[in-house]
């Protein structure tokens, strides 16, 4: 029970400030949409090391089931991939992918970095 009251002692230290992490909760990410499905929408492909891509984890070969508010049920284009970057720079962004059959999620923060692009990587379509 001690270590227990130990590890939240600990949480409540990070989340309060005087500690160094922050804890990601769902009002720090976009979450705005809610896929239905695990339906691929796109493919990550060339994650360049060191870019908002990689930091967030994403990696070669990703399967993109759900992008902010997008996913398969209202998905038309790349293009709304796009324009959810360029209105997020420096903002999180809730993207899900399936990676050797599990579902991972993980906050993506476009933004100016050494390399071009706010993401360092590129996004093509599913057929790809």
Avoid at 35 to 57: E, K, Q, W
């Amino acid at each position: 029970m001690d270590r227990i009251a130990e590890g939240l002692y600990k949480v409540h230290e990070a989340a309060s400030g005087s500690g160094e992490q922050k804890m990601e909760t769902d009002d720090d990410v976009d979450v705005t949409g809610h896929r239905t499905s695990n339906d691929p929408i796109a493919n990550v492909r060339s994650v360049v090391a060191g870019s908002p891509s990689a930091d967030a984890g994403l990696k070669n070969d990703d399967v993109i089931i759900q992008f902010g508010s997008l996913h398969a049920g209202n998905f038309k284009k790349l293009d709304q991939i796009g324009e959810i970057v360029r209105n997020s720079v420096e903002k999180r962004v809730r993207v899900t992918v399936l990676r050797d059959g599990h579902v991972i999620r993980m906050a993506l923060s476009p933004r100016q970095w050494t390399g071009q692009g706010l993401l360092g990587c590129t996004i093509v379509p599913v057929n790809s």
